[in-house]
């Protein structure tokens, strides 16, 4: 047990704090001088003092003769988040940077670890000068509770209360846990001691709290303020426009209520809807399910799904893998419009004879993708004769025996690379056959034509294609054993 006064005898005394961590000499009548303590040293040894200094200190008047050591108090548990939440330009090349990539709008796909809980530090024991141990004060651990976040208002009331009860003090909660909430969307592994993303979305990160927004709103544009925007959620929406030369990329539904301008990229992996223009020789729009827009000029459509334009197309080029709808007056303008399904068009072309190209029942990407194969195919053909003329040539001479055994191997190693080739050309034949009766299912499609079509249009069905050389009404263009025919007022 700590000693407080202790009796050196000859009106001297050791004196030691409350907290057993100072200790220093006293004398009745009088100061106490440094040679009282050299002359006491051995004595105070003996009396089980420890934390001697080798020369007095005089504090305060006092001259203290020995210390303890303080407790080293442990470190608080805390979340360390493993994502990137900075905010800035990411790195190119060399010392180059990208304005366009700032990270503003941190967005997680489903699955990601989000952060790390880390227990806190038991901390570091010390004693006093009588050599007892004083334990040291524990870390705080964190407490991550999964549930929604309490009204802002009464949280700071709550809080406010809190410090009047019990004070700010920090040493007061040492030990008491801190709360970590989680909202929506993420979810603690204990065994881990991983918060993770149970959905895609935008994370949300503030004091003591973190969610997950999986359905997002961004009040305003896609410019130099937010960057390209990477969304994983189920759905986004843009309240403003898609500036000149930035890329929105949505894994589910997106919504851009305002414009999209020149050189803009747009992905979705879902649904997509434009309310306003897009135009641009450089932008591209692509989504993987349905698309809705209103206007598009001189820019890339590409549509997985049926396409809706309430407005018009002008000079785009679209390709449509389920069936088209233009509702608008001026209907499609020029360019090129590729439709797996059937179209319904309003207009095609213009009063001024601009010449327009719509093709339905015709899937672009097998088309493109048996065009490629074509080409290797005939590649591969001449390749083959030349290895094959090769070959007989090598078989004459080994015949004759006018080939050394260098030249032998070298004539069995052509003879193993065309057979190779010729597997491959084999393949190729396979995929080829498979893609011309993908590309023969367009037959039944038609184009409706609600309105008029213009000279200089061409219609295409399947692998037929019909130029209009007159003005028609209201009908509909069919495949038929004698070609595309139009059928006026059907």
Known sequence: ?????????????????????????????????????????????????????????????RLVVARGKPPEPGRDGRVEFL??????????????????????????????????????????????????????????????????????????????DQLFEKGPSREASRGKPFTFTLGPGLRYDVQLGLILAEEGGILEVREGFARIHSV????????????????????LTISGSVRRGFT?????????????????????????????????????????????VQIVEWAQIRVKGKLTV?????????????DLFVFGEKGIVGGEVYVQGSAT?????????????LRVGYDYEVAQEQERLLKEWQRLDELTDRMKEALM????????????????????????????????MSELKDRLNFLEEELRKGVGATVQVTR????????????????????????VFRLTEAGIQFLEGA
């Open 216 to 235: 997002y709103t961004l009040r305003g544009d896609v410019d130099w303020e937010t960057g390209n925007i990477h969304f994983h959620g189920k759905s």
């Open 1 to 61: 047990m700590t000693r407080e006064l202790v009796s050196l005898g000859e009106g001297l005394f050791l004196r030691v704090s409350e907290d057993g961590l100072v200790a220093w000499l006293e004398k009745e009548g009088g100061p106490v001088s440094t040679q009282d303590f050299f002359s006491l040293r051995e004595r105070l040894i003996s009396l089980g003092l420890t934390g001697i200094l080798k020369a007095p200190e005089i504090r305060d008047g």
């Open 83 to 160: 994502v990137d939440l900075s905010r800035g330009p990411r790195p190119l090349s060399g010392e180059r940077v990208d304005w366009r990539e700032i990270n503003a709008l941190v967005s997680v796909p489903a699955g990601t670890p989000v952060a790390r809980v880390h227990p806190p530090s038991p901390g570091v024991p010390g004693y006093t000068v009588w050599g007892e141990e004083i334990p040291a004060p524990p870390g705080r651990p964190v407490e991550v509770r999964s549930q929604a976040p309490k009204d802002e208002i009464l949280a700071q009331i709550e809080e406010i």
């Open 310 to 322: 309430w407005g018009y197309l002008l000079w785009t080029h679209a390709t449509v893998g389920a």
């Open 452 to 475: 008029r079509v213009y000279p200089n249009v061409a219609v295409g069905i399947d692998g037929h294609l019909r130029d209009i050389r007159r003005e028609h009404g209201p009908g």
């Open 248 to 292: 929105v990329e949505s894994a589910g539904d997106l919504v851009i209520q305002g414009d999209v301008e020149e050189g803009a990229r747009l992905w979705a992996g879902g649904r997509l809807k434009i309310s306003g223009i897009v135009r641009g020789e450089n932008t591209l729009v692509e989504s993987q399910g349905e698309a809705e």
């Open 393 to 424: 040539q090598g078989l004459r001479l080994a015949r004759s025996g006018r080939l050394t055994p260098k030249q032998k191997k070298a004539l069995e190693t052509l003879r193993q690379h065309l057979r190779q080739r010729l597997l491959e």
């Open 345 to 357: 068009v309003s207009v095609l072309g213009s009063p001024a004879f601009v010449k327009t190209f």
